[in-house]
């Protein structure tokens, strides 16, 4: 192994030692798992003390499950082209060669502020923007997870800016974005009316994962949940924030009942509109299965990818690629480490 290998071999274990203190031993308990069990989790292959509590391992067998550093290994299967996924700004730019995503209206990076055709743009032009389209998402380009997404809209009544729907003067809008770096300013579509339907207050995605067959070399479906938010995720679906997810049958496209990772339930209805979730056809689903593999084939270099992708009036959109997905909304109807998942790992080396 030559001095450059050993020492990307050497950074990644790093990172993977600090991932393990930051984001598994002081991992929040939303569950409130007993001190001891949660102890047990982390030190039982990486599992967070909400996955122990989540998988019920009181009575089910954790070496049937992927644990949540399993998942951090995997995050390096598409490596040197995880680039590619983890820029939000970069892929968007790949992807809109062959498919619709959302546009880019404006990008603070390191201070300055510039439109997508290199023009450079004041603070004042944002909400000159946002009285023009109504709407737009503020995003940070460099976390996931929905973390620091909001929902900015216009409210012409009132002649105001709003965040999540609150408002708030136009001297704060600005100095929102002002103590704001590294942020993009993105296009809110409007999402299908039979995600309306279920829950119309947050924009409603699917967690889409195709990846490339050890056997066939391949790309396939592997699995799809539809995420939905309530009114603890106002504005987006996360399901890392209490949103709920549910399965969707590959063959048919119909939703199971609903789950979260913040508790046990089920949803066969949504808890805060009360429309029924389970039984719902998601339109257009086999040819969102035919475009999304054809989507694939354009990036033969990437082994896994997890889309987001909101389902419009008009089609589909890719809200944005992840070069992995956390497997608790996987796991949630069974765990993975002996299926196909766990083969796909083990076949990567993530796991043994």
Not at 112 to 127: H, N, P
Not at 281 to 293: A, C, S
Not at 294 to 299: N, S, T
């Amino acid at each position: 192994m030559d001095f450059f290998k050993f020492s990307r071999w050497a950074i990644k274990k790093m990172k993977l030692v600090l991932l393990y203190f930051r984001r598994i031993l002081f991992a929040k308990n939303h569950f409130k798992c007993p001190f001891y069990k949660k102890i047990r989790a982390n030190l039982s292959g990486g599992f967070l003390a909400d996955q122990w509590m989540l998988y019920d391992f009181d009575h089910n067998d954790r070496h049937e499950y992927l644990s949540e550093f399993d998942w951090y290994r995997s995050r390096y299967i598409n490596e040197p082209f995880d680039f590619v996924c983890n820029n939000k700004i970069a892929s968007a730019e790949i992807l809109k060669q062959y498919v619709r995503v959302p546009e880019s209206y404006m990008i603070k990076n390191r201070g300055f502020l510039s439109s997508f055709q290199s023009v450079a743009m004041e603070y004042e032009d944002a909400l000159t923007l946002l009285k023009e389209k109504g709407s737009y998402f503020f995003k940070p380009y460099g976390k996931g997870k929905g973390t620091g997404v909001v929902i900015m809209t216009y409210d012409y009544e009132k002649d105001t800016p709003c965040i999540d729907l609150k408002p708030i003067t136009k001297e704060e809008f600005i100095n929102y974005l002002k103590k704001h770096d590294d942020w993009f300013l993105s296009e809110a579509m409007k999402q299908h009316h039979f995600l309306d339907e279920i829950y119309d207050k947050t924009v409603n995605t699917i967690r889409f994962i195709t990846l490339k067959d050890p056997k066939t070399h391949q790309f396939k479906v592997f699995f799809a949940v539809q995420r939905i938010g309530t009114k603890e995720t106002i504005p987006v679906d996360n399901g890392s924030r209490g949103g709920l997810v549910a399965n969707i049958d590959l063959e048919t496209g119909v939703l199971s009942e609903a789950r979260c990772l913040h508790n046990r339930n089920v949803y066969k209805v949504h808890p805060d509109s009360g429309a029924p979730i389970e039984g719902v056809q998601v339109p257009g689903w086999q040819k969102l299965k035919e475009d999304m593999l054809v989507l694939a084939d354009k990036l033969p270099y990437m082994h896994f990818i997890a889309w987001d992708i909101l389902i419009t009036e008009e089609g589909h959109c890719i809200i944005e690629a992840n070069t992995s997905s956390g497997v608790n909304i996987i796991q949630l109807w069974g765990g993975q480490r002996h299926k196909e998942l766990g083969d796909f790992y083990r076949y990567h080396g993530v796991i043994k």
